[in-house]
C-alpha cells in the first residue's frame, strides 16, 4: 500500500529545498509507482559540484538520474 500523505511531505521538502537553494527551477516534480520513487527534473542543467551540494541538503537519499531534456535529473528512492 503507498502512503501518499509521506510521498506528498517529501515532496514538499524536495520543493522548499530546491527553491531555497536553486530558485525556483523545479521542470517536473512526481511520484512513480513503477520505480518506487519520487523523480524530480529541473529547468536547469547543473555543474558536478552543485549536483553534490543540492544532494547533500535533503534527509532523504538523492541520485543523480542523469541529464533530461529540461535539465538535470534526480530520484529519490522511497
Given at each position: ?7 506528498w ?38 555543474e ?12 532523504i ?18
Amino acid at each position: 500500500m503507498t502512503d501518499f500523505e509521506s510521498i506528498w511531505r517529501i515532496q514538499d521538502e524536495i520543493r522548499t529545498i530546491v527553491n531555497a537553494v536553486l530558485g525556483e527551477c523545479i521542470f517536473y516534480l512526481a511520484y512513480s509507482p513503477d520505480r518506487k520513487a519520487i523523480e524530480l527534473e529541473l529547468s536547469v542543467h547543473l555543474e558536478e559540484d552543485t549536483i553534490s551540494d543540492l544532494c547533500s541538503q535533503f534527509s532523504i537519499s538523492a541520485d543523480y538520474d542523469g541529464e533530461g531534456t529540461n535539465g538535470t535529473k534526480f530520484v529519490f528512492f522511497l
